[in-house]
């Protein structure tokens, strides 16, 4: 006997009255999830291939595309490498603290000094950046308050043709700009211009010459007094 549309079969509603639903299956309130090792994305690199490494072709298309930005209505070779300082600035501003909060706690210390502060750019920016620490790291002979640093082969300019008529610009200008943003991000406030160096052996060597205001060298010498 076939059952019409009136006669068809219902399945009976079930009493829910008095039962109790466990906790596991109520819903949960909405909002983010902290892990249970307390690591959150600030704590591992974006990048998870194993060598955790940019490729070298995406970072040059990248970074000759930022150049050719800020090569729109310039005046001249100066005011270029002042746009690429602008550029890279904010980066370094963030970098320090990313990279305090990446360390063991019990060595995040920031840098209220300036060596310390210019050892930690050297090795712990120096190698995020570009996985190997600076070349060097000296103190200016005639001014206290200068410091240079030095890259033998930048790698912001190993893609980068420079013309005949522009041979005093160095793109590493972009790198001065994250140097001074640590610095300031640091507290001690400094302008940073990268400068061509060239030898025979490293003809695209690179000196970062780093001033610090007066102010900071003054700092400087009131902690040196209060040992």
């Known amino acids: 006997m076939s059952l019409t549309p009136t006669q068809a079969y219902k399945p009976p509603v079930p009493n829910t009255k008095g039962l109790q639903i ?4 109520q819903p949960t309130k909405s909002g983010l999830r902290t892990p249970s090792n307390r690591r959150t994305i600030y704590d591992r690199n974006l990048n998870r291939t194993r060598t955790a490494e940019l490729s070298k072709t995406s970072f ?4 000759s595309e930022m150049v050719g930005y800020a090569q729109k ?5 100066q005011d270029l490498e002042r746009r690429l300082n602008a550029q890279g600035y904010p980066i370094g501003l963030r970098l320090l603290s990313l ?17 310390p502060l210019l050892q930690f750019i050297t090795t712990t920016v120096w190698r995020h950046l570009f996985s190997k620490p600076a070349d060097a790291l000296e103190r200016s002979s005639t001014n206290e308050d200068e410091y240079m ?4 082969d930048p790698l912001v300019n190993q893609f980068i043709s420079v013309p005949k008529e522009m041979n005093q610009l160095n793109c590493a200008a ?11 991000g640091g507290g001690m406030t400094a302008n940073v211009s990268a400068h061509n160096s060239a030898t025979e052996m490293w003809p695209g060597k690179t000196i970062f010459l780093i001033k610090f205001e007066e102010g900071v060298k003054e700092r400087e010498v009131l902690v040196e007094r209060g040992k």
């Open 99 to 115: 990279l305090l909060y990446r360390e063991p706690p019990k060595s995040a210390v920031r840098p209220h000094r300036i060596l």
């Open 174 to 184: 972009y790198v001065a700009g994250i140097i001074e943003g640590v610095c300031d």
């Open 149 to 152: 640093i030095s890259d033998n």
């Open 73 to 77: 209505r310039v005046t001249g070779i």
């Open 22 to 25: 466990p906790q596991s299956h």
């Open 60 to 63: 040059a298309y990248l970074f």
